[in-house]
Nanobody, 123 residues
Framework: QVQLLESGGGLVQAGGSLRLSCAASGSTFRGYPMGWFRQAPGKDREFVATISWHGYSTYYADAVKGRFTISRDNAKNILILQMNNLKPEDTAVYYC????????????????WGQGTQVTVSS
């Protein structure tokens, strides 16, 4: 059973970039889709991006499309979120999630989360 640990959050100015990582331990996450979700102050946790188990298919929330890139290295059990052109609206705690599920165009998380990493974007 996989444990997830996010890292890479921090404080960045608008227009800057940040790279988040999620490392898995306990077992591989090969064979499972993986996703990033975020929760801004006063808001519900929301979908950011997901990637299929083989890495061939990716999905993005409209708010981040064109700015964020999700990727994975199954051999290293690493999930990445590259965030470019960051905006203050991106400020949130970002969470890694193992095996989110898809219903239509909606992605819902599983109960298997990392601890989260804080991203703060100043204007």
């Amino acid at each position: 059973q996989v444990q997830l640990l996010e890292s890479g959050g921090g404080l960045v100015q608008a227009g800057g970039s940040l790279r988040l990582s999620c490392a898995a331990s306990g077992s591989t996450f090969r064979g499972y889709p993986m996703g990033w979700f975020r929760q801004a102050p006063g808001k519900d946790r929301e979908f950011v991006a997901t990637i299929s188990w083989h890495g061939y298919s990716t999905y993005y929330a409209d708010a981040v499309k064109g700015r964020f890139t999700i990727s994975r290295d199954n051999a290293k059990n690493i999930l990445i979120l590259q965030m470019n052109n960051l905006k203050p609206e991106d400020t949130a705690v970002y969470y890694c999630n193992k095996n989110p599920t898809q219903s239509g165009t909606k992605w819902s998380p599983s109960p298997y989360w990392g601890q989260g990493t804080q991203v703060t974007v100043s204007s």
